[in-house]
């Protein structure tokens, strides 16, 4: 059974950083695609950023320059660092995972439909 459990969440002030974690359990998959979602208070969930397990990385425009996608594939971590935090950014932030069948299919797929596993959130809150 696959297990996504997220955690670095908290509060922080505007320009703040925070760096979230995503540790995977019971993922057997070696060619997969990683993701970090996010959802604000009356929104829908947005997608942020993935990474694919060849290290290619994927950003939301909102956020290029500012968060960084890593994975640790030994340990089945993935990590989100987000820096030059504000207000906009205020959301539960969600791991996501989908196993690919090839390589070549990649992860342009940004659709939450496309995720098949989902963590229970962190809390990122940022105060102006």
């Known amino acids: 059974q696959v297990q996504l459990v997220e955690s670095g969440g908290g509060s922080v002030q505007s320009g703040g950083s925070l760096r979230l974690s995503c540790g995977a359990s019971g993922f057997p998959y070696s060619i997969y695609c990683m993701g970090w979602f996010r959802q604000a208070p009356g929104k829908e969930r947005e997608w942020v950023a993935t990474?694919?397990?060849?290290?290619?990385?994927y950003y939301v425009n909102s956020v290029k320059g500012r968060f960084t996608i890593s994975q640790d594939n030994a340990k089945k971590m993935v990590f989100l660092q987000m820096t030059s935090l504000n207000s906009d950014d205020t959301a539960m932030y969600y791991c996501?995972?989908?196993?690919?069948?090839?390589?070549?299919?990649?992860?342009?797929?940004?659709?939450?439909?496309?995720?098949?596993?989902w963590g229970q959130g962190t809390q990122v809150t940022v105060s102006s």
């Open positions: 996501a995972a989908r196993r690919r069948e090839y390589a070549w299919q990649g992860c342009a797929d940004m659709a939450t439909a496309a995720y098949n596993f």
């Open positions: 990474i694919a397990s060849d290290g290619t990385t």
